[in-house]
């Protein structure tokens, strides 16, 4: 059965930093485009990164570029959302997709959880 799992997620000061995991179970990771999306209460699905099948190209939106970076592992079937400089508008429930390209916000059906992100002093 094809499953996502994220976690590492949790409460950080403005400035931190905190890196999302993501592991992957039940389905050809390797042949994957993933990306993770965030969802803050009352707000639609928001987009943060997306990476290529062998982890080579990245893309993130402007909101986060230059302060999120996107990662996977795929002998471990995991990837990696590593945010530094984190800011109270990055508060949210943070979840990964199983995409079908780089920019997918909806994914094709596979989703994790989530994990929670607050940032706050």
């Known amino acids: 059965q094809a499953r996502l799992v994220e976690s590492g997620g949790g409460m950080v000061q403005p400035g931190g930093s905190l890196t999302l995991s993501c592991a992957a179970s039940?389905?050809?990771?390797?042949?994957?485009?993933m990306t993770w999306v965030r969802q803050a209460p009352g707000k639609g699905p928001e987009w943060v990164a997306g990476i290529n099948l062998g982890g080579l190209i990245t893309s993130h939106p402007d909101s986060v570029r230059d302060r999120f970076t996107v990662s996977r592992d795929n002998d471990k079937k995991i990837m990696y959302l590593q945010m530094n400089s984190l800011k109270p508008e990055d508060t949210a429930l943070y979840y990964c997709?199983?995409?079908?390209?780089?920019?997918?916000?909806?994914?094709?059906?596979?989703r994790g959880q989530g994990t929670q992100v607050i940032v706050s002093s």
């Open positions: 997709l199983r995409a079908r390209n780089l920019n997918d916000y909806e994914g094709t059906g596979l």
């Open positions: 039940g389905f050809d990771f390797s042949n994957s485009y």
